[in-house]
């Protein structure tokens, strides 16, 4: 099992590119979630879909835009990305809207913002 | 403002011994606290959770105290083994749901 799959792992933009970043999972989880995380912060929620169909705001959603594709796929666009959105950025899956946080993580993608 | 905080940043134990991560949280309205770990290069895993109307849980040789009044919980490892070096997480969520508050981490580094 696969589980939750991240691409790409590196990727470094000029100020102003976009890009998206793609997340599949194959345990058929309903809920879908992005994380970022930098130096001293822990993780911040950026946006989750608690089903599919439903996207949500997280706690630093500025600057990002999500699709959930479907079941499997949720995906986050930085439109025009800047030197702030520099981090690493986690994917995340849960059974539903209703487990306690049992969250499983894809293994992350590096985002450089020059 | 910090709703979840992990004050020490780095703690090294001999193996064996135990390690004590610590972590405050300052909202009392908090449903479930959970702590995962985190290698490089790698995702982070959940390890163990406790509900808000509990005081410990146990799995094996990992162990969360919760201290509802101090608003501080703590996770036992015991003993501790080289493979637990890692980064822990300390995370919070309210009701239900994946929508956690992270902490800062701890990296925990065990010596043989």
């Known amino acids: 099992n696969a589980g939750v799959t991240q691409t790409p792992k590196f990727q470094v933009l000029k100020t102003g590119q976009s890009m998206t970043l793609q997340c599949a999972q194959d345990?058929?989880?309903?809920?879908m979630y992005w994380y970022r995380q930098d130096p001293g912060m822990g993780l911040r929620l950026i946006y989750y879909?608690?089903?599919?169909?439903?996207?949500d705001k997280g706690e630093v959603p500025n600057g990002y835009n999500v699709s959930r594709l479907n079941k499997r796929e949720f995906s986050l666009r930085l439109e025009s990305a800047a030197p702030s959105q520099t981090s690493v950025y986690f994917c995340?899956?849960?059974?539903?809207?209703?487990?306690?946080?049992?969250?499983?993580f894809g293994e992350g993608s590096r985002l450089t913002v020059l | 403002d910090q709703q979840v905080k992990q004050n020490s940043p780095s703690l090294s134990v001999q193996e064996g011994r135990i390690s004590i991560l610590n972590c405050d949280y300052t909202?009392?309205?908090?449903?479930?606290f959970l702590w995962y770990k985190k290698y490089p290069a790698e995702g982070p895993t959940f390890l163990i959770s406790?509900?808000?109307?509990?005081d410990k849980n146990e799995d094996g040789r990992f162990t969360v105290f919760l201290n509802k009044s101090a608003k501080h919980l703590s996770l036992h490892i015991v003993p501790s083994q080289p493979g637990d070096s890692a980064v822990y997480f300390c995370?919070?969520?309210f009701g239900r749901g994946g929508k956690l508050i992270f902490g800062q981490g701890t990296e925990l580094s065990v010596k043989p």
């Open positions: 995340a899956s849960s059974q539903g809207p209703a487990n306690t946080g049992e969250l499983f």
């Open positions: 406790i509900s808000s109307i509990k």
């Open positions: 345990m058929n989880h309903n809920s």
């Open positions: 879909s608690a089903s599919e169909g439903t996207t």
């Open positions: 995370a919070a969520n």
């Open positions: 909202n009392s309205m908090f449903d479930y």
